[in-house]
């Protein structure tokens, strides 16, 4: 199993910058994606920004040209630098991680606990 530990979060001013962590322990090896999600009151889980091992990257627009996700595979760690930050970047920002397993057509999905950003006005 894959078990995803996330920090970085915390309170910032409008216009500021926030960089979040992730790592992945457990069966990591064969992660094939892994990124950010977020969830604010009243709206559905949305997808912020997603990076596969081979570095190919997804962003929402709200993130596009403000938000930048790398990762490091060696580590299995992914991070989210935020920039310019808005009052309706906050809430809280879930890691997520897929893989598929070999020789079968599964997916598997795990999401970690999440870390508040609130980003203040």
């Known amino acids: 199993q894959v078990q995803l530990v996330e920090s970085g979060g915390g309170l910032v001013q409008v216009g500021g910058s926030l960089r979040l962590s992730c790592a992945a322990s457990g069966s990591s090896s064969s992660i094939h994606k892994m990124g950010w999600h977020r969830q604010a009151p009243g709206k559905q889980r949305e997808l912020v920004a997603t990076?596969?091992?081979?570095?190919?990257?997804d962003y929402a627009d709200s993130a596009k040209g403000r938000f930048s996700i790398s990762r490091d595979n060696a580590k299995n760690t992914v991070h989210l630098q935020m920039n310019s930050l808005k009052p309706e970047d906050t809430t809280i920002y879930y890691c997520n991680a897929v893989r598929f397993v070999i020789n079968t057509s599964r997916r598997l999905e795990y999401w970690g606990q999440g870390t508040q950003v609130t980003v203040s006005s």
């Open positions: 990076m596969t091992s081979g570095g190919m990257t």
